[in-house]
């Protein structure tokens, strides 16, 4: 059974860390471009980032740039999401999610029906 697991997420203080992760089961993540995607409350879904197999390329949303970075290790079949400097607005669930058909993320990396298989999701709360 091909499945996606997302861990790592919970509560934080604004200005904390928090590091998400993507593991995969039933196929590899190698040769697969794969995103992370969050949807908070009451909003559509949107990407935060993607990191392709080929050459290891990243792709970050404009409001994640700087703060977060996306890694992968193939050896683990896992993709991390290191969130740092959290802001209440981060406040979503968080999915990761693999493209079967392309070892790149593209330019349209965020778009949601790119992607094949979806985790289903880790809570990330940033409060006080």
């Known amino acids: 059974q091909l499945q996606l697991v997302e861990s790592g997420g919970g509560l934080v203080q604004p200005g904390g860390s928090l590091r998400l992760s993507c593991a995969a089961s039933?196929?590899?993540?190698?040769?697969?471009?794969i995103g992370w995607f969050r949807q908070a409350p009451g909003k559509e879904r949107e990407g935060v980032s993607c990191i392709s197999s080929s050459d290891g390329s990243t792709y970050y949303a404009n409001s994640v740039k700087g703060r977060f970075t996306i890694s992968r290790d193939n050896d683990k079949n896992t993709v991390y999401l290191q969130m740092n400097s959290l802001i209440t607005e981060v406040t979503a669930d968080y999915y990761c999610?693999?493209?079967?058909?392309?070892?790149?993320?593209?330019?349209?990396?965020?778009?949601?029906?790119?992607?094949?298989?979806w985790g289903q999701g880790t809570l990330v709360t940033v409060s006080s």
């Open positions: 039933g196929f590899t993540l190698d040769y697969r471009a």
């Open positions: 999610a693999a493209n079967l058909h392309s070892v790149m993320c593209g330019i349209k990396w965020n778009v949601g029906r790119k992607y094949h298989y």
